[in-house]
């Protein structure tokens, strides 16, 4: 018996793809599983058609000539992931996976609370927390805190360097600190 499922509009985070360079493809099925809206910047929207991933929309400057049938056309004059992302705020997107080479933190500091974002380099999946975030990890599993954070508290994690801690044992982590947010980081 098979099971069959509706995927309304917007139920599913978007995914932006701004840079496949050495991201792994099991990932990006894995991403793609559930069809959700597909944004490709300009530097990556050739790569994205040739893999046969229906794009839904292109961040670019030049109008871009060789499009998808009914692909949206996001302007941009020179900040395709800025120009992306007040898109799907302005769209009322609930959430977005973005796919890039690198991770630039001040790139999403104006997002974070206005769209649950995660951020997928080719090593870390890297993604917003407030104090006092808790989440369930197995046992040895490295967790980098991308970001100083003042007065930092966790338990349930090993100390490695200034950023980087381990698991202690299978269960629950916690990070407690001063400022509203910081960026976490763990491996894929």
Known sequence: MSSHHIVRDKQEPA?????????????????????????????????????GIKVDAIVTS????????????????????QDALKYLVGEQYPSVNIIDASFCEKDYILYIGRINLVVLTPHQRIFP??????????EGEEITILHGVKNLKTSGLIKMTEQK?????????TLTFEQPFTFVGEAL
Do not use: C
Request: glycine share 4%; hydrophobic share 35%.
């Open 129 to 138: 927390v407030n104090s006092g975030f808790s989440k369930w990890k197995a």
């Open 165 to 173: 801690y381990r698991t202690e044992k299978d269960g629950f982590y």
């Open 62 to 81: 030049p109008l871009h000539t060789h499009l998808q049938e009914s692909t949206l056309i996001i302007r941009t004059e020179n900040n395709p992931l």
């Open 15 to 51: 995914l932006l793809i701004m840079d496949l360079t050495d991201f792994d493809f099991e990932h990006l099925g894995q991403l793609l599983e559930w069809s959700p809206t597909v944004i490709a910047s300009q530097s990556e929207y050739e790569h994205v058609d040739s893999l």
